[in-house]
């Protein structure tokens, strides 16, 4: 199918940025000189404009028109899934435990709920040719009449076990990464020496009003964890179809 106008504009203004022709703080040209020059509308070249802003190339300045905005390099897009991201041997998991327990101050801070309120802790263990790779603990705010399907415990990523009141598109999360050393309960766990390496990586689910829905932890042997991120300047926002 023949890409619409207003997409093949974007591609054209989008190829001159990344080859340079259009350098950062540049101002594009105006709607009208872009209209002449395509042949198109000026309610196509105004369609194409915003979609490139979307995508973060452009920024508009009222009165003056859009010019090229300084690229930032800092940000990556990381594909996590706590089942599929041991280094794609991640094959199945086994529940540990399940159980609602008072919150104690730790859980009360990072769940953001008054000490009344009782917390779900779910434990599990993810296993490659059933060995133990990873340590996976939630904690969710316990809900009054809200059953937790023991398969879907034990096979759903975290944000399908939290998210079941909320639309899995209107989740927020928040990752975070760290090196920690093997100890306690974990070194039994996993059947490693005290001190081994560990990637502990911290998942915090919010809803778009940001209350939080969930935390938790998973403790990886360091060999068996492997993370991929990517650069991408500008995502493309719209669909040819």
């Given at each position: 199918m023949k890409e619409l106008l207003y997409i093949q504009l974007v591609d054209q203004l989008r190829k001159k940025i990344q080859l340079g022709v259009l350098k950062p703080g540049d101002m594009l040209p105006s709607e009208n000189e872009l209209s002449q020059e395509y042949q198109i509308s000026r309610v196509t070249v105004r369609k194409s404009l915003s979609l490139l802003e979307q995508e973060g190339y452009t920024y508009s300045a009222p009165g003056k028109g859009y010019f090229v905005r300084e690229p930032v390099t800092d940000k990556y897009i990381l594909n996590f899934n706590e089942m599929n991201n041991a280094g794609g041997s991640a094959a199945s998991s086994k529940l540990l435990e399940v159980n609602v327990v008072p919150p104690s101050t730790k859980m009360m801070y990072e769940l953001q709920i008054p000490d009344d309120r009782y917390v779900i802790v779910i434990k599990r263990l993810l296993?490659?040719?059933?060995?133990?790779?990873?340590?996976?603990?939630?904690?969710?705010?316990y809900n009054r009449g809200l059953p937790l399907v023991e398969r879907e415990i034990k096979y759903a990523t975290f944000p399908e076990l939290a998210g079941k009141k909320t639309s899995l598109f209107s989740i927020k999360k928040d990752l975070k990464i760290c090196a920690k050393?093997?100890?306690?309960?974990?070194?039994?766990?996993?059947?490693?020496?005290?001190?081994?390496?560990?990637?502990?990586?911290?998942?915090?689910?919010?809803?778009?009003?940001?209350?939080?829905?969930?935390?938790?932890?998973?403790?990886?042997?360091?060999?068996?964890?492997?993370?991929?991120?990517?650069?991408?300047?500008?995502?493309?926002?719209?669909d040819n179809g």
């Open positions: 296993l490659a040719e059933g060995a133990p790779i990873a340590y996976d603990i939630k904690y969710l705010p050393n093997a100890s306690g309960e974990i070194c039994a766990l996993l059947n490693v020496e005290e001190g081994h390496p560990l990637l502990v990586i911290s998942q915090k689910l919010y809803t778009a009003e940001n209350k939080v829905i969930g935390w938790g932890e998973i403790y990886y042997i360091a060999e068996f964890c492997e993370l991929n991120a990517m650069w991408s300047f500008g995502q493309r926002l719209y």
